[in-house]
């Protein structure tokens, strides 16, 4: 057991319940999980939300969050046990033996502070090297991590890097005190493929070059094959399936694990344009305030009635300025927008109840595009009220008929939004938009937060409501395995362009521009090395040009 560096044995975490009117109640959050991570070892922990991954990891921290209680097994960490350690013992390892890597670099870093600073924070505050030092450190983990100009890029504050940058600037943070184990919560999951590729890559060659032992917790199977030596499947807080790399994706035993690998599978026929589109933008160009430069330029595409066009691209290339110009937000610098053959006022307060009602849009982040203190009636109930003067009863009946129509039924029209799961939440914003009768939905992210198998589940929700009624959608999207499996037509979009446009089948066929073989190309698929093989294909791609 000399490589033994982690060992969780029978682990029983529990949180308590407060419910109005009720007695509190322990729920059982994670039941008898047990793994054992060697030294220099990746394990992958996956499943959807609620499966108990990162409560989980944040054990190895000895750490539960929210109130949850790590109340039964054992674990040890360098040979000692560690869960019903001290204060002074966890603020010893934390930070030190152990660190952590959170799913969401800009909201972890501080804003007033410089990179640098807050990289060898915990460095610093262990004592393990001299300022001097732990910036040599710092430096040269941005060089391995692929981090531009890597010795000033410390200088730089948080809004003064991307994204992906600030990802990476975050597993050097992590990596700095040279830790015997680093926790990766989701790291890539809020990436666009082209940059999660970029930050997958760069993670795999620190854990190769720092010879640190890693949990990678992800909900997506594809990802974590790349990192991973081994995976643990959960769900419900209880193991399903653990194994090697290569058994869980070959011959995975159990159903459930099988269900994880054959998401996206949806078989959708693409179909034939009408004579005339139900929405049409002709050489759009915007831009925010006084900026100097345009954000869309010259931009034109067509949806049609009942169909489903997909903008796809990554963060920046702008596909949500292109909804917000459509719905009038953003009214465009020049061109023009035509919807169901009249031309849109371009600002939201020159249109028309309904221009407003034909034209609806469900967001990406359920959580905060619902109001937490109405319930879903009230929420499905406010446009039927705006639009169409229902109350009362009628109002009712119709919140019931939309909550049938998204597959809830009954018992969820006096649900607060915090009594949802992250896919029921969505389709109650589903049904909100719906229960407007529109023309047009635009779907902004709607599945990118979500787990695959949820996701699924919307999407094809999505494709069956669109069957019966008609609606035409236009689906924002970085997931080109979404875009596959509901659009129509494509239009990729680079810095503010089409780049490529067209009915899907063409769109998605070679000969391929450089930017549209880079995205399709940088899609996750479920086969051993694929990572290594998409850097092969970019390296030859450079040289090439």
């Known amino acids: 057991m000399a490589d033994t560096l982690l060992e969780i044995k029978n682990l029983r975490i529990e949180a308590t319940v407060y419910a109005p009117g009720e007695k509190p109640r322990d729920v059982v959050i994670v039941d008898d999980v047990s793994l054992t991570l060697e030294r220099g070892k990746v394990m992958g922990l996956i499943g959807e939300s609620g499966a108990g991954k990162s409560t989980i990891g944040l054990s190895a921290l000895s750490y539960g969050r929210g109130g949850i209680r790590l109340s039964g097994g054992n674990i040890l960490l360098n040979g000692r046990e560690i869960r019903a350690a001290g204060a002074a013992t966890l ?217 489903t066009l997909a903008l796809v691209g990554e963060s920046g290339s702008g596909k949500s300025t292109m909804a917000r110009v459509i719905t009038g937000l953003l009214p465009p610098r020049k061109g023009t927008i035509t919807f169901d053959g009249k031309p849109l006022p371009p600002a939201l307060r020159q249109r028309s109840r309904d221009e407003l009602r034909e034209l609806q849009m469900i967001y990406q982040m359920a959580d905060v595009a619902m109001n937490p203190r109405q319930t879903v009636a009230t929420i499905i109930g406010r446009p039927l009220e705006f639009y169409f003067g229902l109350r009362g009863r009628k109002r009712d009946e119709r919140v019931q008929e939309l909550l049938d129509a998204i597959e809830l039924g009954k018992g969820f029209a006096d649900r607060y939004p915090a009594e949802l799961s992250g896919g029921q939440k969505q389709r109650v914003c589903i049904a909100r938009a719906l229960a407007a009768k529109p023309k047009l939905i635009i779907c902004d992210e709607v599945t990118s937060a979500l787990d695959p198998l949820v996701a699924d589940g919307i999407l094809k929700l999505l494709l069956d409501l669109q069957a ?19 659009a129509d037509s494509i239009a990729v979009m680079y810095r503010g362009k089409v780049q490529r446009y067209g009915p899907k089948d063409q769109v998605l066929t070679p000969p391929f521009d450089a930017y549209t073989d880079l995205l399709l190309s940088s899609v996750p698929e479920m086969q051993l090395g694929w990572l290594e093989k998409v850097l092969a294909h970019r390296r030859m791609t450079s040289a090439g040009n």
């Open 91 to 307: 603020r010893g390892l934390r930070g030190k033996e152990v660190t952590y890597v959170a799913q969401s670099a800009a909201a972890a870093f501080n804003p007033a502070k410089r990179l640098m600073e807050q990289v060898t924070e915990a460095t610093l505050h262990h004592g393990l090297m001299s300022k001097d030092e732990a910036e040599k450190r710092a430096v040269d983990l941005f060089r391995t991590l692929s981090l531009p100009d890597p010795e000033n890029f410390g200088k730089r504050y948080p809004h003064q890097v991307s994204g992906g940058q600030l990802q990476r600037a975050m597993t050097a943070m992590a990596l700095c005190p040279k830790p015997d184990l680093v926790i990766f919560d989701e790291p890539t999951t809020a990436l666009d493929v082209t940059t999660q590729i970029d930050v997958l890559a760069a993670i795999k060659t620190a854990i190769a070059e720092t010879g640190v032992a890693a949990l990678y917790i992800t909900h997506d199977l594809a990802v974590v094959a790349q990192v991973s030596d081994e995976i643990m499947v959960l769900r419900h807080g209880k193991m399903v399936e653990h194994g090697t790399v290569q058994q869980i994706i070959e011959a995975p035993r159990e159903e459930y694990t099988r269900a994880l690998i054959s998401v996206r599978s949806i078989d959708h026929q693409q179909k034939q344009p009408t004579p005339e589109p139900l929405l049409r933008v002709e050489s759009v160009s915007a831009r925010y305030g006084a900026m100097a430069k345009d954000v869309l330029s010259d931009v034109s595409v067509e949806l049609h009635p009942g169909q």
């Open 468 to 486: 019966r009624e008609g609606v035409a959608y236009l689906f924002i999207t970085h997931d080109i395995a979404t875009v596959r499996a509901i």
